[in-house]
C-alpha cells in the first residue's frame, strides 16, 4: 500500500503535529522525546512502510490493535496520525533495568503490552507531543 506523503504531511499540521519531507519518498513525524514516526513509500507496495525510526517496530498498510479479550481496532495510517494529536494512539517504551529496549505504538483502549512485565522492567506510555512548531517541508 503506497501512502498518499502530500496529504499525511497536511494532516499533521492540520492535527498539530510536526513533520518533515526530505524527499518524495518519505514523511519524518516527530512525536516528541527523539521518536520519529516514519512513513516510506517503496518501488514495490509491499515494501511501503510506517515504522519507528532506530526501532525494529514497523508495519506495511494498516495497524491492528487488540486487547487481551481479543478485542480489537483497525487503523489505517491517517487515522494513526489524528489517533497521536488525540491521545487515542500513544508510544510505548519497553525498559529493562532503566535502559529502552523497545518503543512501538500503542492504543489506549486495545493493548495488551502490561501483561508480559517481568520484575526488572517498566512500561513508560507518553502521547505525542502536539502543536509542535512546524518542521521545514523541504
Not at 500503542?106 to 502536539?130: G, M, P, S
Request: charged share 30%.
Amino acid at each position: 500500500m503506497r501512502y498518499d506523503l502530500e496529504l499525511a504531511w497536511q494532516l499533521c499540521h492540520e492535527v498539530g503535529l510536526a513533520a518533515r519531507r526530505d524527499s518524495d519518498d518519505t514523511i519524518d513525524v516527530d512525536l516528541g522525546h527523539g521518536t520519529i514516526l516514519l512513513f516510506q513509500n517503496a518501488i514495490r507496495d509491499d515494501d511501503c512502510l510506517m515504522g519507528l525510526d532506530g526501532s525494529p517496530w514497523h508495519v506495511h498498510g494498516d495497524i491492528i490493535f487488540a486487547d487481551p479479550r481479543g478485542y480489537h481496532v483497525e487503523m489505517d495510517y491517517l487515522n494513526v496520525l489524528t489517533g497521536l494529536a488525540e491521545g487515542l494512539v500513544l508510544v510505548c517504551e519497553r525498559q529493562v533495568d532503566g535502559r529502552a529496549v523497545e518503543l512501538s505504538l500503542i492504543h489506549r483502549d486495545y493493548n495488551d503490552e502490561f501483561k508480559y512485565l517481568e520484575t526488572n522492567e517498566q512500561i513508560v506510555v507518553r502521547r505525542a507531543v502536539a502543536h509542535a512548531p512546524e518542521v521545514n517541508r523541504d
